[in-house]
């Protein structure tokens, strides 16, 4: 599985602008983490989406792409409304891809 993370918005965002999207594939982690964050894919996929509301000053939003197996899923969210599965996907990715 291969997880890609964007991210839009925020202080920093003229910065971010120029960076490429991170990447993780599961393949170079151990079997455990693996399986933990397919998982947490799993549960980010099938939580509903939170309500958007009016846009938060400087809020980051977050594009994480998985493909796995030929396919290919979208999620989107950000800071101003984000719902609890997305945030632990988001947590555990970042931390993943802060090891490389």
Do not use: C, W
């Not at 925020?10 to 151990?30: F, H, S, Y």
């Not at 792409?65 to 999620?75: F, P, Q």
């Amino acid at each position: 599985m291969k997880v890609t993370l964007a991210t839009h918005g925020g202080l920093a965002a003229t910065v971010n602008l120029r960076l490429p999207p991170k990447v993780l594939d599961t393949d170079t982690l151990a079997e455990n983490a693996a399986s933990e964050l397919a998982r947490l894919v799993a549960a980010a996929v099938v939580s509903p989406v939170a309500d958007q509301p009016s846009r938060a000053r400087d809020a980051m939003s977050y594009t994480i792409t998985v493909e796995d197996g030929g396919r290919s899923t979208v999620l989107k969210q950000s800071d101003a409304a984000m719902t609890p599965a997305f945030a632990a996907l988001l947590a555990r990715l970042q931390e993943y891809l802060e090891q490389q």
